[in-house]
C-alpha cells in the first residue's frame, strides 16, 4: 500500500514529503480504496494484511483480510481479498480458515483529465468459501457494480474527496441465511462519500453511506453508516516499498434495529512494487 507516484500524483508538501493522492486513497477503509480510482502507474503491484487485534476483546475469532491489487495497463486494475480466521481462547470456537473471497476489476481513467480528479467504474464478486462460521457470512454471494470517483479539494491542505455509487445484488450460496442488525436482506443501492486530510504523522477520514433496498427490490428499508478512521503510519520512511499502519475505527450503523456502534483496531501491513518506468524517445 505504498507507491512510487508520478507528478500527476503528487503535491508538494514540508521539506522531504511528498503528498501522494494515490497513498492516500491506499490508507482509506478497504472496501473503498478497491474502489476508487488512484494514480499507480501501468504494472504496480500492492500486497496488503490487515489483522484486527479489537476481535480479541470480543470474539473468539481473529480475522485477518489479506489481499493484492494489480494494475494490468493504465486503465485496467484487477484485485483479490480472502478474509481468513483462527480461533483463540477457551471458549466453544475451532478451527481456522478462509471465511469469504472478494475479486474484482476496475477501469479508471473514463473522463477526461481534470485538475485533482478521476472516475472510475468497476464490478466485484464476493462469495463464502466452504462452511465457514456462521458470524462470518450472511450466506449469500454478492455482485457489486459500482462508480466511484475521486478530487483533490484542497491540494495545500492535503485533502481529499471521493464518493461512489454501486448496487448490492445477492443470490443465495448453499449455507443457512444469517443477517445481522441492520443488514438489509435484499438488493440495494448505496451512496457513499467522504473526506480524508493527511499530515505528515496522521491519516483522518470520516465516511459516509446510506443503502436502500426501495428502488431495486421488494422491501422498502434503509440503512445509514458513519465511519470515521485514524491511521497512522509506524514508519518514518515514507518512500520504503513496506509500509505498517496502525488504525483505529469507530462504525455506527443506524437502520430497522436501531443504533450499533463498534471500535476497531488494527495493524495494516502493505508491501507495492512499481514496474521500473522508462523514458520514452
Known amino acids: 500500500m505504498t507507491e512510487a507516484s508520478g507528478s500527476a500524483a503528487t503535491a508538494p508538501a514540508s521539506p522531504g514529503y511528498q503528498w501522494s493522492v494515490s497513498e492516500m486513497i491506499d490508507r482509506l477503509p478497504q472496501a473503498l480504496s478497491d474502489r476508487l480510482p488512484g494514480f499507480d502507474p501501468d504494472g504496480a503491484v500492492r500486497v496488503y494484511a490487515q489483522p484486527h487485534f479489537s476481535d480479541l476483546f470480543h470474539a473468539g475469532y481473529v480475522t485477518v483480510p489479506f489481499g493484492v491489487r494489480w494494475k494490468i495497463t493504465d486503465h485496467i486494475e484487477?484485485?483479490?481479498?480472502?478474509?481468513?480466521?483462527?480461533?483463540?481462547?477457551?471458549?466453544?470456537?475451532?478451527?481456522?480458515?478462509?471465511?469469504?473471497?472478494?475479486?474484482?476489476?476496475?477501469?479508471?481513467?473514463?473522463?477526461?483529465?481534470?485538475?485533482?480528479?478521476?472516475?472510475?467504474?468497476?464490478?466485484?464478486?464476493?462469495?463464502p468459501l466452504g462452511q465457514p462460521p456462521l458470524i462470518f457470512t450472511d450466506g449469500y454471494r454478492h455482485l457489486?457494480?459500482?462508480?466511484?470517483?475521486?478530487?483533490?479539494?484542497?491540494?495545500?491542505?492535503?485533502?481529499?474527496?471521493?464518493?461512489?455509487?454501486?448496487?448490492?445484488?445477492?443470490?443465495?450460496?448453499?449455507?443457512?441465511?444469517?443477517?445481522?442488525?441492520?443488514?438489509?436482506?435484499?438488493?440495494?443501492?448505496?451512496?457513499?462519500?467522504g473526506l480524508a486530510r493527511e499530515w505528515l504523522r496522521l491519516h483522518v477520514s470520516l465516511t459516509g453511506r446510506i443503502a436502500t433496498t426501495e428502488l431495486i427490490s421488494r422491501s422498502g428499508r434503509q440503512n445509514f453508516t458513519l465511519l470515521p478512521e485514524v491511521a497512522v503510519p509506524l514508519r518514518r520512511s515514507f518512500t520504503a516499498p513496506t509500509q505498517i499502519y496502525f488504525v483505529v475505527g469507530n462504525r455506527t450503523l443506524w437502520g430497522p434495529d436501531g443504533r450499533i456502534s463498534t471500535v476497531s483496531t488494527s495493524l495494516r501491513f502493505s508491501f507495492q512494487r512499481a514496474r521500473a518506468q522508462t523514458a520514452k524517445p
Request: net charge negative; proline share 6%; charged share 15%.
Open 78 to 127: 484487477l484485485d483479490a481479498e480472502a478474509r481468513s480466521y483462527f480461533a483463540y481462547g477457551s471458549g466453544p470456537e475451532t478451527g481456522d480458515g478462509i471465511s469469504n473471497l472478494t475479486t474484482g476489476v476496475k477501469t479508471e481513467h473514463l473522463l477526461p483529465p481534470i485538475a485533482g480528479g478521476d472516475l472510475s467504474a468497476g464490478v466485484d464478486f464476493r462469495t
Open 144 to 193: 457489486q457494480p459500482y462508480l466511484a470517483t475521486t478530487r483533490s479539494l484542497v491540494p495545500r491542505w492535503r485533502l481529499l474527496g471521493y464518493a461512489s455509487l454501486g448496487a448490492d445484488l445477492r443470490s443465495h450460496a448453499d449455507l443457512p441465511s444469517n443477517f445481522g442488525r441492520n443488514q438489509l436482506h435484499s438488493n440495494t443501492l448505496a451512496f457513499t462519500t
